[in-house]
């Protein structure tokens, strides 16, 4: 058989399943390559020594401390990871839940929304700052005495908008501790207790105040 008729044989059918194994053969070989793991990666993947840092002063729950940052970090990130004050609670991570609230120069702040270079030369109390020592906060009792916490997660955020609350309005009524706290999701929907209890913590200490320091009771 000549050359020239064995070309003629060749069917269509196989003219296209060849040059479709060679089409697809050509087509996967750059996705193979790219799925090999690389052996070295790219050193700027792995170099964090490029990342600004600062040198910041703050003070946190009355003590002043100096700090390096990277400028990337949050409060939260800061408090929670390198200063393992872990009582602030990251809840969205994007200014929303309000369960990493805590007082920046007294003023309510989502800590997962700002900086931890903007809080530098300034003061920063979170809820471990309230205690002092074995004696808890009147919110702190308060809270715990009407079943304030349930799930407890967001309560460190709750008590935090409260505190500002109080700090600037020693006697708020219950319109105001509920605009206080409207920032604070309560994903068991216990809103009605966090109001008595902070209400309830305002009149305890209102009643402190009232009480002489030597325990002999009656009016200052």
Not at 88 to 93: A, L, Q, V
Not at 156 to 161: E, I, P, R
Not at 190 to 208: H, I, K, S
């Amino acid at each position: 058989m000549s050359k020239n008729k064995s070309k003629r044989k060749i069917s269509r059918r196989a003219f296209l399943e060849r040059t479709g194994a060679a089409f697809a053969v050509a087509t996967a070989a750059p996705t193979i390559e790219a799925q090999r793991p690389s052996v070295n990666p790219p050193t700027s993947a792995l170099d964090t020594t490029s990342v600004p840092r600062t040198t910041i002063r703050v003070t946190v729950n009355g003590q002043e401390r100096r700090l390096e940052v990277e400028d990337r970090w949050t409060l939260v990130e800061l408090l929670r990871d390198h200063l393992e004050l872990t009582g602030t609670k990251i809840g969205c991570d994007r200014g929303e839940c309000g369960a990493c609230t805590v007082l920046l120069d007294g003023k309510p702040v989502y800590s997962c929304s700002n900086l931890a270079v903007w809080a530098d030369g300034r003061s920063v109390q979170t809820v471990e700052g309230l205690a002092r020592g074995d004696r808890l906060d009147p919110l702190q009792r308060a809270f715990i005495e009407h079943d304030g916490p349930q799930c407890g997660f967001c309560t460190s955020g709750q008590l935090m908008s409260a505190k500002g609350l109080v700090t600037r309005n020693p006697h708020p009524t219950a319109e105001d501790v509920r605009a206080a706290l409207t920032g604070n999701l309560c994903r068991c929907s216990n809103y009605n207790r966090y109001v008595e209890a902070v209400l309830a913590a305002v009149g305890t200490q209102q009643a402190a105040e009232r009480t002489p320091r030597n325990g002999t009771g009656g009016a200052r």
